[in-house]
């Protein structure tokens, strides 16, 4: 699949374009940071952006959605499950890091059992990846395999060259979405110049610790009191799960009113205290080092198991921590033996 | 008193529905003796009766707002009555506080209130039941943080 | 700003050594700029890490709730109007704590900086007199240091501590006079405008807690929000839902809120928490003549109460 470019100034038009057949989310501006909207016109949005504060996990796996709702009738009871209609979603300058952290909730819902409704909206969602050219200094995605180009888990995937973006075109679903378009194909020149680019923005960030081998690490010092200095000042309030593009642990809850209800499946966070309270009292994990030690190993050690690494480095637990707590930090200390930090 | 209810034909114009938290000892006692003198009163208002104004939790205010209920009324005994010696004067605080909080949010003023009936106040009580049903009727349905399942 | 740092480290040295006290509780150098973090030192040596600057943002006292160890910890003036609450409510002994007072010139507000910069990345801050460098990749930007801190900080009365064992530097000026300008010119605005704002900062919430977590003074096992019979608010994030987090946690710290501050600094999404709490401070205030964390012999406003208290709200029929 050939390689296509496209003007800047010419990016509007285009979502202007996509937005009559599709329902695009793209970086917003809004109260000074980024966010991932649903666009009316290509003019709402801006790729100058480093990150988005909220990771878009949320377009394939909202913070709260009905799972089935229910009518009361006499004597029966009438289900209803709602039905995934909306109009292809497209995700518009998504970076790596965030698409990584797609693949990996693909991992969680699109294996056996499937999830219906995240399976519903993934099988038509079509990813239009950013790479970046600078990072922030909470980044970290080279660490984990990752980096500020790289294009898997992308339908099409953007590099910024100046005036224009060069356009990978990586799949089917990708092409698709451009076969309207009039993209002049990309020069040889134009190909060489994003992929240094995106070999400079590479380099640029070098791993800040060896991640390999860390689950047999891990799982040694699962009893190491390092942890209560590493989780020490957590004050458990679950922003980095929230904002996580990995983190996954739901909740699902009831709500009714008279003869109507609705069963909803919302996010949870591990590391809120009750998250792991069992109904005859006993909680597993009831002290923030227990909590705090079972998020890294969740993301460093059980989920690499079997389905690669659950963090993408994209650095929002780091930058929106009130605490400062830096998993980079924890790793470094926890990876290499012995000095507690 | 004039029974209003009664003259007017039925209509499907909308009625506010008000619920009222009447303390054991007076309120409801007041509310009772409306009953047996046989003052009418706007049935719009659905009764429940808790042992003291100071018992009544925030939350059973707040959880009526988020059902769509236009319109809440605590009342208590008297200051200096209470059957508990100090619930009233608890309450007294905690509704100072809750009711200008909720106004200052934007809802609207009218759609909760406090009041004092003692056992002997039967038409006290129907009038404080006229005057709440009134105000509610002239703010609307409610609108403001009701949750739709 | 330096005298003051080596004066705390002499002082938790000192502690240390002398063993008066396990841990000093106080603040190091973070990872990345705008950030200083809550650090745990147990050891003389380990003193050095001990800093002062104008990003010790978190409100310390949380850290002494269920802390069975003796503790020293370094206290601004907000953070030791949180311990005085906490000594009140018996959620720590007096003789528990040995509190380093520290004379407070206010903490910046990185949200609003992200925001003054349109979120672009910041390699390094350099706080000097009375600006802050910026400087990121491709630009360097200076802006005033008390233009860009935190709103708690901008209307503070009480910069210097309350309550301490041993001041580490010389008291600030203060600014005179318990006064809440912000909250009577939201008065004034019409239903429907206070409606609009309160939804709309609603809106943003994405009931992550982190307000709720940060407070020291939020401190229950287990949260009205965890309670599920009854239930008392959905978890999800609906408007109704999340409106009445917000109002129930300001109405369960009524006349307990300090206003330092910590829920806003933490909010990830920079909304306006603190508003309903300081709304609740003024009526407290005015109604019943109460300020919290002032004095440890004064009762809680709803602990209590007076034959006389302002019946303006009855209703007469």
């Known amino acids: 699949m050939k390689d296509k470019t496209i003007r800047k100034k010419d990016v509007s038009d285009f979502l202007d374009r996509l937005i009559q057949s599709n329902r695009v989310y793209a970086p917003v501006m809004e109260n000074g940071y980024f966010l991932f909207k649903t666009i009316k016109s290509g003019s709402e949005v801006n790729l100058d952006y480093q990150n988005a504060k909220m990771s878009p996990k949320d377009i394939l796996f909202p913070q709260s959605e009905a799972l089935f709702r229910y009518q009361l009738e006499k004597r029966d009871v009438e289900i209803d499950v709602p039905v995934q209609d909306e109009p292809n979603p497209v995700i518009f300058g998504i970076r790596p890091c965030d698409v990584r952290g797609i693949q990996a909730l693909n991992n969680v819902f699109s294996k056996n059992p499937k999830d219906p409704y995240f399976e519903a909206r993934r099988s038509k969602t079509v990813i239009v990846g950013l790479g970046c050219k600078e990072t922030h200094n909470g980044c970290f995605c080279t660490t984990v395999g990752g980096g500020p180009c790289t294009d898997d888990g992308s339908d099409l995937f953007l590099i910024d060259i100046g005036d224009e973006y060069l356009i990978r075109v990586i799949s089917d679903k990708g092409e698709d979405l451009l076969k309207e378009e009039d993209l002049m194909d990309a020069e040889a020149q134009k190909i060489t110049a994003a992929a240094e680019v995106a070999e400079k923005a590479q380099e640029a960030l070098g791993p800040c610790v060896e991640v390999q081998g860390s689950k047999d690490i891990l799982t040694r010092r699962f009893n190491d009191p390092v942890w209560g200095a590493i989780a020490e000042k957590c004050i458990g309030c679950g922003v980095c799960t929230y904002l996580c593009p990995t983190c996954h642990c739901f909740d699902i809850c009831d709500e009714a009113l008279y003869k109507e209800g609705k069963r909803i499946r919302i996010w949870d966070s591990c590391q809120y205290p009750l998250f792991t309270r069992l109904a005859s009292g006993l909680n597993p994990r009831d002290t923030v080092e227990k909590r705090i030690r079972q998020r890294i190993m969740h993301k460093f050690a059980y989920f690499p198991d079997e389905q690669g690494m659950l963090c993408t480095g994209c650095g929002r637990c780091v930058i929106e921590c009130p605490v400062n707590l830096d998993i980079r930090e924890a790793l470094k200390v926890l990876l290499r033996t012995g000095a507690a930090q | 008193m004039e029974d209003q209810k009664m003259a007017e034909p039925k209509t499907a114009k909308w009625e506010p529905t008000i619920v009222a938290f009447l303390c054991n000892w007076c309120s409801y006692a007041g509310a009772d003796l409306a009953g047996i003198s046989r003052i009418q009163y706007p049935n719009n208002v659905r009764i429940i009766r808790v042992a003291c104004s100071g018992q009544v939790n925030p939350w059973f205010i707040l959880a009526n707002i988020q059902q769509g209920i236009d319109g809440v009324l605590i009342s208590g005994c008297h200051p200096g009555e209470c059957h508990y010696l100090t619930g009233n004067y608890r309450a007294r605080r905690k509704f100072a506080l809750l009711k200008s909080l909720l106004q200052f949010v934007g809802l609207e003023e009218g759609r909760i209130h406090f009041t004092w009936v003692s056992a002997s106040e039967g038409v006290r009580f129907a009038r404080v039941i006229e005057k709440v049903t009134d105000i509610v009727r002239s703010l609307g349905p409610a609108k403001k943080m009701v949750k739709r399942i | ?317």
């Open chain 3, 1 to 317: 700003m330096d005298a003051l740092i080596n004066r705390i480290r002499e002082i938790a040295r000192g502690l240390l050594r002398e063993g008066k006290v396990d841990v000093v509780i106080g603040f190091e150098e973070g990872t990345i700029p705008f950030h200083s973090r809550p650090c745990f030192v147990r050891s003389p040596d380990e003193a050095d890490r001990l800093i002062w600057n104008n990003f010790c943002g978190n409100n310390l006292a949380k850290y002494v709730v269920k802390r069975k160890e003796r503790m020293a910890i370094v206290a601004k003036g907000c953070d030791t109007r949180a311990l005085l609450e906490l000594i009140k409510e018996k959620q720590v002994m007096r003789d528990q704590i040995y509190i380093i007072g520290v004379p407070c010139q206010g903490m910046i507000d990185r949200v609003r900086v992200e925001a003054e910069l349109r979120s672009r990345p910041v390699r390094t801050v350099e706080v000097r007199e009375a600006t802050f460098l910026i400087t990121g990749k491709d630009f360097e930007k200076e802006l005033d240091i008390k233009e860009f801190l935190y709103p708690s900080c901008q209307e503070c009365i009480r910069k210097n501590p309350v309550i301490f064992d041993e001041l580490a530097g010389p008291e600030v000026e203060e600014s005179v006079g318990k006064t809440y300008p912000d909250i009577e010119s939201f008065e004034g605005l019409s239903d429907e405008e206070r409606w609009q704002y309160f939804s709309h900062e609603m809106s943003r919430c994405i009931r992550c807690y982190a307000c709720r977590n940060a407070c020291p003074l939020c401190y229950c096992t287990e949260c009205f929000v965890d309670a599920s019979n009854p239930q008392w608010i959905g978890k999800s994030v609906t408007e109704s839902d999340t409106a009445l987090f917000h109002i129930m946690r300001a109405f369960h710290l009524a006349g307990r809120c300090v206003e330092c501050g910590a829920c806003e600094r933490s909010c990830p999404l920079g909304i306006d928490i603190r508003k309903l709490n300081r709304k609740l401070s003024k009526d407290v205030h005015v109604l019943f003549n109460y300020e919290a964390g002032i004095s440890l012999d004064e009762v809680a406003p709803l602990a209590t109460y007076r034959p006389d208290d302002s019946e303006a709200f009855i209703l007469e029929p």
